[in-house]
């Protein structure tokens, strides 16, 4: 029960981080786009081809770089091949099919971490999964 409430707080706070970055890639957009950037359909899909790019860099990039976002350094969470090793790159970009999946499942893909295995959709078809790490003193 503990692994599935961290992991939903750790997700809670890094929308809130990429909500920031989504401010910022608003504003250059508007900057260099015009105002009403939102009008055209080529600034439209630029923009969410930009934002695809920032969410799945975010992830990426944390998950290979240390196996942790910002909201997982936060509540003590790492994530990892089930074989032990660090994430690469393919790795990476399968766990973020797989939360995609799941996103469209409305997140439901979580409840594996209730189950005695801990283990969510996302682990199981990425062959990764997520542990509390304790903490350094």
């Known amino acids: 029960m503990r692994l599935f409430l961290w992991v939903n707080v750790a997700f809670i706070y890094d929308l809130l981080i990429l ?7 608003s504003a250059l957009i508007t900057v260099i786009a015009g105002e009403n950037f939102y ?13 695809l790019s920032m969410v799945s ?4 990039y944390s998950w290979q770089k240390s196996g942790q976002t910002i909201g997982m ?12 090793a660090p994430l690469t790159a393919m790795d990476s970009f399968i766990r973020l099919v ?3 999946l799941n ?3 409305l997140n439901l893909g979580w409840l594996g971490y209730l189950t005695p295995a801990k283990l969510s959709l996302t682990d199981k078809l990425s062959l990764t999964r997520i542990e509390h790490i304790e903490k350094k003193r």
């Not at 009008?39 to 934002?51: C, G, M, Y």
């Not at 350094?73 to 032990?84: C, E, I, P, S, T």
């Open 19 to 25: 909500a920031a970055l989504s401010l910022l890639l």
């Open 98 to 100: 797989a939360a995609i």
């Open 57 to 60: 860099g975010y992830y990426a």
């Open 103 to 105: 996103a469209f499942m």
């Open 39 to 51: 009008q055209s359909e080529f600034w439209r899909t630029i923009f969410q081809l930009l934002w």
């Open 73 to 84: 350094k936060a509540w003590h969470l790492r994530v990892y091949r089930q074989d032990g």
